[in-house]
């Protein structure tokens, strides 16, 4: 993969212009709870968690997949071909981040990218979401943020605890130029 | 887990013996744990392996239908348990029965008496040897020959209604010796293939066909139609053994035939010589208001078959039934019709029991009561909901709701069941659903069913008319806390259109809602929220919402907004806003779930802060969940108590929090997972980025990105109007600890408010004092004003504040007028300039009413003054505790405060930057530009900080997203139709040009330092201000909006025109 998404949890302002352009581009209509990214927003704390999709390199929700309906593309990308959905669930269960849900038809949905030119990128005015080629730092931060994995509990409940996790272990000092995090 | 999806038929060693038994073992001890005794880890795990084993063993095809898995939020609905008419899934979701299993929980479920009879004859006899005369069948056979109405005497027992009808179709060619039977279109008997040919729909028939031989179907209810078919068949010699109908047709969806049809029957098949067969099978035992359908018309069948409640909801059971004379056919070869399980002890004992339940709690007159009773308010909601509700019909509690649609139907069937009502309806086949619930359904059940539906009704009715009504919702949720209900209304379009959204359209239904002269604490005062259009879209800034009352500090119409999410998540959850009359004589909050909308106690959360209810609601809810709640200070019902929202946003001014307290309500909890559609999804998301990056993300705006609303401490110093030791001084010489550059140092994050791409939050951390804030209304008032020039100190007093409720705006001048006092020794608070001590403990006791001094400032500044005797010493407007631009050093101001609608106010004008601050003349016209294309903003519901968004660019982003066009000109008008509207409604709260006016203190003591030492605003130079401002509104010189002003607004027709 040339380039990967990575979200920088330190930056985001919680605002939520990701969760509305990705319901936008891929629902076209504003409808975060429909998103393929979501954001988990701890105001007390001022703090808030992008939850992105990692396009794993071993992806679970394809090995779950009893119907082969999730595929990796050629750009390394995780899509679900919605025709061959059975809409059981397996890879709801089976994802780790929390990262693809089902209409209530049962058809699974997840983050495609946009085909490269992810929607929620651009509506990121604070830099906490970059879609870049990988370099050491972030692929350190992506590396951090994989290596917490929630097996139990609905998707929802998997990504707040993930990102519950981040907060925890956040270090969050007077902003610099390039803080990451 | 094993891969059943290749073939295994040619491969013998497919199978796994082992594993067999020990799945049926672990079953079988999930069985035998004793109830209430199997953990939720177990039946999460059978939850879970029930779809698996639905999918892989019985049929995937279910799965894509049922509610139970399709609609059920994580785990399907998994049968466990049940009673009456309550059934619990195996995660202890609860669901009233609707559905009654298609007629088989006619005495509910687990009806004790019939368990028990069952269970003590398994312990005796559960099935039967095949050869010894069995007692329970004769005795059942003797008691149904009692019970049946005509000549019936002779029966037989099968396991399932379909075997009934086959053994009633053997019988009848026995017995006739022909072949052919009259069948009814629409009809259903089974699905075996004997029973299937007298189906009288395609969709099961046809990929069968050929059936059996000389079946026809004629109209159901049509007693002409049967006797031309059994005249016609006659006439070619294809005779008919039997004509064959269901007294009511279930399946159909409860279809009651003509009065005179089963009478006609009896008549036609007499005079032919062919039996009349009666499907009883969801039509008996009570069902439909007499112990058998044909009752009603007081008709003997030929034949008669039972199933479904016949085994008493227990044990499966059938039977079809016949007289003497017929049954003598069966006597030469009585093996000619045998079964091996049919009739078997256990369903004997299940049978005979549950006609004594059915004689004892006289089912069938339950049933005709309830279902007359469930026939009128259904005809009720019909009436209310034509659009939902089609026809109602059915007899006893057999009863049909047609929809107009499969959509429809399925919705209410969804809908249900989201509220815990089990219904049948499927996505494919929902047109029709039946009421078919226990026949001894208590009657509180029965009404809670009934309100459940109206639930879903409502919300499908509005959201039909929405589907055209783009930006907005369309629809608006009234909620009475007096009588607790709450009702979802369409948004009144034609407000939508003269007051587009937010402030004015709140104004709209807040005039509508409360008359001038209610006292603003008592119950008739009403909340109105409302949300604007662009919220909830891309559409920068514009998440922020209105609430719209009559302010407890002021006694005048007002409005308070706040920004964060809570808007946009009201939206997604289906509303434009929220009506809120009444109060509640107990603590509540107000819980929204999309379109379930519960008043629920709130007594454990009252006299919590704002930050440990919101915890709560986070806990109770899920981390979704936005809300507006009030601290203690709300519920003292404190006059500039505040609401707040995701821990440090409020709605701050003129004591909202109050009226929350003075109605019992604790917050307002919503989740919404709906959203908000535009008329062209890619053409309105060019516009909003356009506007974004050439209009907002400008260098007029980027001050609150780059430093927030702190940037102002330094600017109004400069100025010479950043109020000072209790309005004293016009300069801080000490605010280097609150200037911007200071937040920048101990600032550790940006936050923004939703779909927000300034982000003007700054999060602060000092020594583990962490909020998002101060803003500079805070740093201003709460610093300065008190002399605290200390920036922990104005941050532990912004979190106090906060948390307790209280408004940090007319907590700190209330305070700083406290000090004065003090200082000047009017009176001992306790409290000195730039002791911090006090300055934190006197939150606290404010908020909680706790000490004298706390009680005293809880009164406001203005009450305050007024009780100590210091009208010149405090700065307000109309009871408004000044906001931190003195105007005394900026004639604008002086203006804005005077003839704002809720007092001393910076959101209404904002001059101070003009060219020169005592310019009167252009100041008054400034002001009035100022105030309509502000008002504009609020009902669009943008933030102030896009100070650069003008009417043209409203109107442009507006006509894309509506799909209609909206000129500048449109929005103009509204902004001034906001303005005369607040206008009237204080002029008929008895409000006069007299109280345009500033506090004394204004006039009668000059500001000290900076560029503008020594000024006033005398009371002469505001009194000419005032009469320009009136003429250039229109306004006589009473203030009062002129005839023409208001036909020019075409508000000529408001009842509060006349008034004044």
């Known amino acids: 993969m040339e380039k990967h998404l990575l979200a920088i949890p330190n930056r985001c302002t919680g605002c939520n212009r990701c969760t509305y352009a990705c319901s936008a581009a891929k629902e076209g209509m504003f409808m975060p709870s429909r998103a393929r990214l979501s954001v988990n927003n701890f105001p007390q704390e001022g703090y808030s968690v992008p939850n992105i999709c990692f396009q794993c390199p071993r992806p679970d929700c394809l090995t779950a997949c009893p119907v082969e309906a999730i595929v990796k593309n050629e750009r390394g990308v995780v899509v679900v071909e919605s025709g061959k959905c059975t809409g059981c669930g397996d890879c709801v269960d089976a994802c780790a981040y929390g990262m693809i849900e089902q209409y209530t038809s049962g058809i699974a949905y997840k983050c495609d990218l946009c085909g490269g030119d992810p929607a929620c990128v651009g509506e990121c005015h604070f830099g906490a979401l970059v879609f870049r080629a990988p370099d050491k730092i972030s692929r350190k931060l992506r590396g951090e943020q994989m290596k917490q994995r929630m097996q139990k509990g609905t998707a929802a409940e998997k990504r707040r605890a993930l990102a519950q996790n981040i907060l925890k272990n956040a270090v969050r000092i007077p902003r610099t130029t390039s803080y990451m995090g | 887990m094993r891969d059943f999806d290749d073939d295994y038929t040619s491969d013998y060693k497919g199978r796994e013996i082992e594993t067999a038994g020990e799945e049926a073992r672990q079953m079988v001890d999930i069985i035998l744990a004793p109830p209430g005794e199997t953990s939720r880890k177990v039946r999460e795990a059978v939850a879970r392996k029930t779809v698996r084993n639905f999918r892989d063993h019985i049929n995937r095809g279910f799965l894509a239908y049922r509610k139970s898995v399709t609609e059920a939020t994580n785990f399907a609905l998994t049968e466990w348990t049940g009673e009456g008419s309550v059934l619990v899934d195996a995660l202890d979701r609860k669901f009233l029965d609707l559905l009654g299993g298609f007629g088989l929980y006619s005495y509910g479920i687990r009806h004790p008496r019939i368990i028990a009879a069952v269970k003590a004859q398994l312990d005796r006899s559960p099935q039967y040897s095949q050869e010894m005369l069995d007692p329970l069948r004769a005795q059942l056979a003797r008691v149904l020959a009692l019970l049946t109405p005509g000549k019936i005497q002779y029966g037989f027992f099968s396991n399932s209604g379909t075997e009934a009808v086959e053994g009633a179709m053997k019988l009848a060619k026995f017995y006739t010796g022909k072949k052919g039977f009259v069948a009814m279109l629409k009809g259903f008997h089974g699905k075996t293939l004997g029973s299937l040919s007298l189906m009288g729909k395609k969709t099961y028939r046809q990929p ?107 044990v499966p059971m059938s039977a079809f039934l016949s007289t003497a004379k017929i049954w003598e056919c069966m006597e030469p070869n009585p093996f000619m019709h045998t079964t091996t399980t049919g009739g078997n002890p256990l369903a004997c004992a299940a049978a005979l029991a549950a006609i004594t339940v059915l004689l004892d709690e006289d089912l069938a007159g339950q049933a005709r009561a309830k279902g007359k009773y469930v026939k009128e308010q259904l005809a009720q909601l019909q009436d209310r909901y034509p659009g939902v509700l089609a026809k109602v019909r059915g007899l006893g509690l057999l009863i049909g709701m047609e929809f107009p649609t499969d959509g429809i139907g ?168 929220l009506v809120i009359t009444g109060a509640s004589d107990t603590p509540v909050y107000l819980r929204i779930e999309d379109d379930r909308v519960r008043i629920e106690d709130a007594g454990d959360l009252w006299g919590k802060g704002i930050f440990e209810t919101e915890a709560y609601l986070i806990d109770t809810m899920g981390p979704q969940v936005k809300s507006l709640s009030i601290g203690p200070a709300g519920e003292n019902r404190i006059p500039f108590a505040c609401i707040g929202s995701e821990a440090y946003r409020q709605m701050g001014r003129g004591g909202g929090g109050a009226l929350f307290g003075a109605k019992n309500l604790k917050c307002i909890a919503v989740t919404g997972t709906g959203g908000v559609q535009v008329a062209d999804i890619g053409n309105f998301w060019g516009k909003v980025s356009t506007a974004r990056d050439a209009s907002l993300l400008t260098e007029d705006n980027l001050w609150a990105q780059s430093d927030g609303t702190p940037i102002l401490v330094d600017l109004t110093n400069e100025l010479g109007i950043h109020p000072t030791r209790n309005f004293t001084a016009g300069v801080n010489p ?153 105007p005394r050093g900026n004639y604008g101001m002086a203006l804005a405060y005077a003839t704002s609608e809720r007092g001393a106010c910076h959101l209404r004008a904002f001059t101070i930057t003009a060219e020169d601050p005592f310019k009167v003349q252009d100041l008054v016209r400034d002001v009035i530009d100022n105030q309509n294309s502000n008002a504009v903003k609020w009902c669009m519901c943008f933030c102030d900080f896009w100070g650069s968004v003008d009417t043209t660019l409203m109107a442009e982003l507006l006509s894309t997203g509506l799909g209609r066009q909206v000129s500048a000109d449109d929005l103009d008008k509204t902004g001034e139709r906001v303005w005369n509207l607040i206008r009237l409604y204080n002029l008929a709260a008895g409000f006069t040009a007299a109280d345009d006016v500033l506090s004394e203190k204004m006039a009668k003591k000059a500001l000290k330092g900076g560029p503008h030492d020594g000024r006033v605003i005398s009371a002469e130079i505001l009194e000419e201000m005032k009469v320009r401002y009136y003429y250039l509104r229109k306004w006589d010189e009473g203030g009062r909006p002129r005839k023409e002003k208001l036909h020019e607004l075409g508000m000529d027709t408001l009842s509060l025109a006349d008034e004044i």
Not at chain 2, 454 to 473: G, M, N
Not at chain 2, 830 to 844: C, H, I
């Open chain 2, 410 to 577: 399925y919705k209410v069937a969804a809908g249900l069941f989201s509220r815990g009502v089990l219904t049948a309806g499927t996505l494919t086949n929902a047109r029709n659903i039946r009421f078919e619930p226990a026949l001894n359904i208590p009657q509180n059940i029965l009404d809670e069913i009934l309100n459940r539906i109206e639930d879903v009704f409502k919300t499908i009715e509005p959201s039909r008319q929405a589907a055209t009504a783009y930006l907005h919702t369309g629809q608006v949720l009234h909620v009475d806390l007096s009588n607790r209900t709450t009702r979802t209304m369409p948004t009144n379009p034609e407000w939508v259109r003269d007051y587009i959204g937010g402030w004015g359209l709140g104004v709209r239904y807040f005039v509508d809602q409360v008359a001038p002269d209610v006292d603003p604490l008592s119950a008739d005062n009403a909340l109105v929220l409302m949300t604007g259009p662009m919220c909830g879209t891309l559409a920068p800034t514009a998440s922020r919402m209105c609430l719209v009352s009559k302010s407890p500090l002021t006694g005048t119409i007002f409005e308070s907004n706040i920004g964060g999410s809570f808007g946009p998540e009201l939206k997604f959850a289906g509303y434009d806003g």
């Open chain 2, 208 to 314: 069968l066909l050929p059936l059996l031989e000389g079946v026809r179907h004629v109209p159901f209810g049509d007693a002409d139609a049967v006797e031309a078919v059994l005249a016609a068949a006659r006439a070619v010699g294809d005779d008919i053994a039997a004509v064959v109908a269901e007294p009511v047709q279930g399946e159909a969806g409860a279809v009651v035939p003509p009065d005179e049809f089963w009478p006609r029957l009896r008549e036609v098949c007499n005079h032919y010589g062919v039996l009349l067969i009666a499907d009883e099978v969801q039509t008996g035992m009570g069902r439909t208001g007499e112990i058998f359908g044909v009752d009603h018309w007081n008709v003997a069948p030929d034949i008669l078959c039972l199933g479904k409640a016949l085994g008493g909801g227990v």
């Open chain 2, 734 to 886: 000490n605010r280097r600890g609150l200037d911007s550059e200071a937040i920048k140092s101990v600032k550790i994050g940006d936050r923004a408010c939703a779909s927000c791409p300034l982000g003007c939050g700054n999060f602060t951390s000092v020594d583990g004092v962490q909020l998002e804030g101060p803003e500079y209304e805070t740093l201003c008032l709460g610093g300065s004003n008190c002399e605290i020039n200390d920036l922990k100190s104005v941050m532990q007093f912004n979190r106090l504040c906060d948390d307790v409720g209280l408004d940090t705006m007319s907590t700190g001048n209330t305070i700083g007028l406290a000090m004065d006092l003090t200082e000047s020794g009017r009176h001992d608070f306790g409290l000195a300039f730039g002791k911090e001590k006090d300055y934190l403990a006197v939150v606290t006791e404010i908020a909680h009413l706790a000490t004298d001094r706390g009680r005293d400032l809880a009164l406001g500044a203005a009450a305050l003054a007024g009780k100590y005797d210091a009208e010149e010493d405090v700065a307000h407007a109309k009871g408004l505790e000044m906001p931190a631009y003195d």
